[in-house]
């Protein structure tokens, strides 16, 4: 007999994909290897062409423009979920910005807007996107989000994202100890670094890649697959006894002082 997949019947939300490098296209990818269906969301016009393979490969049901920064998208998103299915079972938020004059500088010197903005795009907006999952999520639910080992150690060039980091993993905390009631689990990974976009700003990225590769106990980078893999564990019922934890998907890297 075939073995039933462990997310079939399930409906999700991908937040996250900027191109196929993406770590939320490795989770897209594995949920609906997994008999998800899919939602996937794209920044603006300019990266919509990027995201339309990654929506095609993974058979999305709807793809919807989402700025966070931009009023009432967020809203209209969850309005277009609760239009066509009526519920929502997992969302995976897997965004992060912050401007790169304070990305660069030291944490001692980040401007008030770009800390604020840095905290806004990565933090508050898994805040809201909860608070607006919530009522989709009546029969209970899993949100993801995407934290990193700067949250709790200080990371050369990793600069005002670690402490935007560590906000975030409180959040994971704070949410799950809300919604834990309602059946609804929050959790992050914490993967390793990874070749994609937005880990290209970080200044001097090569180097971090360089030091993961010979400190990790394999000696090799993870994958947005083998990021995806566990995605999928946390999101599905095989995870339910899981809510407020940071699971490493690191390859180890994290244990190695
Ligand atoms: P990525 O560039 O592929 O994805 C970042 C996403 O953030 C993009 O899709 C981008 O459109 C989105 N985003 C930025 N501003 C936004 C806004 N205003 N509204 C909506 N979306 C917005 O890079 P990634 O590495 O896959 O990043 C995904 C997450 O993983 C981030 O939270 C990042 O901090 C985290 N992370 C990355 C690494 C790594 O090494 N790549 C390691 C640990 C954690």
Not at 12 to 28: D, F, K, P, R, W
Not at 34 to 57: C, S
Not at 125 to 143: H, K, N, Q, V, Y
Request: aromatic letters at 4%.
């Amino acid at each position: 007999m075939p073995l039933k997949q462990p997310l079939a019947g399930k409906v999700g939300l991908v937040v996250g994909v900027a191109n196929t490098h993406s770590i939320a296209t490795g989770c897209a990818r594995a949920f609906r290897a997994a008999g998800a269906d899919l939602a996937l969301t794209y920044l603006n016009d300019r990266a919509r062409p990027y995201v339309e393979p990654v929506a095609h490969a993974v058979e999305a049901a709807l793809l919807m423009p989402l700025d966070v920064e931009h009023e009432g998208q967020l809203e209209a998103v969850m309005h277009r979920i609760a239009a066509g299915w009526g519920r929502l079972d997992f969302l995976l938020h897997a965004i992060a910005f912050c401007p790169s004059d304070d990305l660069h500088g030291r944490v001692v010197d980040c401007s008030k807007a770009g800390f604020t903005r840095a905290m806004d795009i990565s933090v508050h907006s898994l805040i809201r996107m909860t608070r607006l999952a919530e009522p989709l999520m009546r029969d209970g639910g899993s949100i993801l989000t995407v934290s990193y080992y700067g949250a709790e150690k200080v990371v050369p060039h990793y600069n005002v994202m670690g402490p935007v980091k560590a906000a975030l993993e409180a959040t994971v905390r704070s949410l799950a100890a809300e919604l834990g009631p309602g059946g609804i689990r929050v959790n992050a990974l914490s993967p390793g670094p990874i070749a994609t976009r937005a880990a290209s700003g970080i200044a001097c990225f090569e180097d971090m890649l360089a030091s993961a590769m010979e400190k990790a106990p394999e000696h090799r980078l993870v994958t947005i697959d083998e990021v995806g893999a566990v995605a999928a564990m946390l999101v599905g019922d095989a995870a339910r006894g899981v809510t407020g934890n940071v699971t490493f998907v690191d390859g180890g890297l994290s244990v190695v002082a």
